[in-house]
Structures are given as C-alpha cells and as structure tokens.
C-alpha cells in the first residue's frame, strides 16, 4: 500500500489528511480502530470497492464515520484509491452540520455532506495528483467552515486540554478553567461534539493506549502509563471502544501505518516526517 501526506502548506488545523493507493488480489479486511475524530473515507475507486461493515450493519462506497463507531471492519479488494479525512471533533461540528447525530454511526458521505457530495468525489477521483486532491479537499472543508460558526470556544478549549492531557483530566477542572458550572459544561459540550465530557476523555486515553500497544508495549505498562486502574480495566476498554483484545489492537494494520499517514509534530515525535507520495 501506498501511502501519501499532504504537504505541511496544504494543511488545516484540526484536519488530518492521507491517501492511500492499494493493491490487493484478493480481498482485505481491515479491523478500524477507533480514533479521537470524526472520519471520512472518501472511495475514489472507479466503480467502487470499499465496504464498511459494523455490527449494525454494511455501507459501500464512501462513508462517514462518528466518534465511538465500536466494532468496525473495512473491506477492499484489487486496485484502488480512497482518502482519509480526520476531523477534530469541534471542526467536524462545523463541517458536517447533519441533523442525525454522528456518533456512534458509520453513515453514507452522501447522506452526511449533502448537496454537492457526488460533485465533490468525482472532482477528488478525477484529480491529477494526490496533492491536487488534498487541495481539493482543504478548499472544500475550508468553504464550509467559513459558512458555519464554529462551537463555543469553551467547548473547543475544553477538547484540547483533553487531546493534550491524553484524556486524564477532571471535568471540574476544566470547567473551572472556562468559567462554566460543571453541568453547563457538560450540557454544551454534549450538545455540540455528541460526547460527554468523560466520554470524549475515555476515548482520548483509549488512543493513547492503543498507540502504545501497537508500538510494542506490554498491556501491564500499557495500563500504568494509560491511567488505568489495572490490566483488566485497560481489557474491558479496549473491548468497548474497538470489539478487539490489546493483543489483536497490537497487531491492527490501522495502527501500523499511523506513523507514516499521520506523522506527530516534531515537538511529539523525534522520528523525521515522512517525504509525502505524490
């Protein structure tokens, strides 16, 4: 698989981007692990090939993706392309102004972008490059998060200081910091990113640890550094949040390739980016 980055002039803050170019015989299926974002994966197979199957049911073709998708497979077969778009959840609010909540849900991009969704793939699948593509799509998220207002900043502060803090922090504390009650807090935040507070920061630690695991981590170390209280506590949430064991998430090809399609800044990370294929 091949996998390409967008250059750092072409990036958006709180947008994640990367495409990848697979070649399969046979069919792939990918076990996706759930990641502190809302995500697009955007087909740009002519004819399709891309299926997204969970629990509640399968969706082909070019897909939305919640927070808290749980147990979710990604299905390809022969030649073909799609992008990831990775959206903070408070940059997703904005973006994706869908009546039907997201979380939880993998939904048809058709359903979820509405007027001009068809318009937009075919433009991204017939562009020359990969980054006229990630172009493409900045200009497009861009225009839609001009046209919308963004959440309340308290929100917005309150996501980050959970980001930063890896998902161990007090909602008191944060209210606090904001100047909000406990509940307003919890009211606005809810209403607004589709997770509560404590929710959003579950998931957040659960990224951590994952990240962990799939870098070689034994679970035990892994459920210290994490903030779990034992060994099986960090079992049960990796159940819940993914349907896998830390042992299956350690292995998870969705991880493997997160160092290369979505490289840390170099403040988190001393690995040198990788050079983006184009």
């Known amino acids: 698989m091949d996998v390409a980055v967008p250059r750092p002039s072409a990036r958006l803050p709180g947008v994640g981007m990367a495409g990848f170019h697979h070649r399969a015989p046979a069919p792939v299926d990918i076990a996706m692990v759930a990641h502190p ?14 299926v997204c199957a969970t629990a509640g049911g399968r969706e082909s073709g070019s897909v939305v993706v919640g927070l808290l998708p749980g147990d ?3 299905t390809a077969r ?36 509405g007027r001009g969704a068809a318009r937009a ?5 017939t562009a020359a490059s990969w980054d006229e593509r990630f172009a493409l799509a900045a200009e497009l998220l861009g225009r839609r998060l001009a046209a919308h207002p963004p959440v309340d900043p308290e929100v917005a502060h309150t996501w980050r200081r959970t980001l ?27 209403s607004q990113l589709g997770v509560t507070p404590k929710r959003a920061a579950r998931l957040v630690r659960f990224d951590h640890a994952a990240h962990l695991l799939a870098a070689g981590r034994a679970a035990v170390d892994v459920a210290v550094e994490s903030g779990y209280v034992d060994q099986s506590h960090l079992h049960r949430e990796v159940r819940e949040f993914a349907g896998l064991t830390p042992a299956a998430v350690a292995a998870a090809p969705w991880l493997a390739i997160d160092d290369v399609a979505w490289p840390a800044p170099p403040s988190r990370s001393c690995r040198k980016p990788p050079e983006p294929f184009v």
């Open 121 to 125: 793939e075919a433009a991204l699948r």
């Open 72 to 74: 979710l497979h990604a």
């Open 78 to 113: 022969g030649a073909g392309e799609c992008l990831q778009i990775r959206l903070e959840p408070a940059v997703a609010a904005a973006v994706l102004r869908a009546s039907t909540d997201l979380t939880g849900a993998v939904l048809p991009f058709a359903d979820v972008w």
């Open 37 to 50: 974002s809302v995500t697009l994966l955007l087909d740009l197979t002519e004819g399709g090939g891309l």
């Open 164 to 190: 930063a803090g890896r998902g161990r922090v007090r909602v008191d504390g944060l209210a606090g910091e904001v100047g909000w009650s406990r509940q307003r807090l919890w009211s606005r935040f809810r």
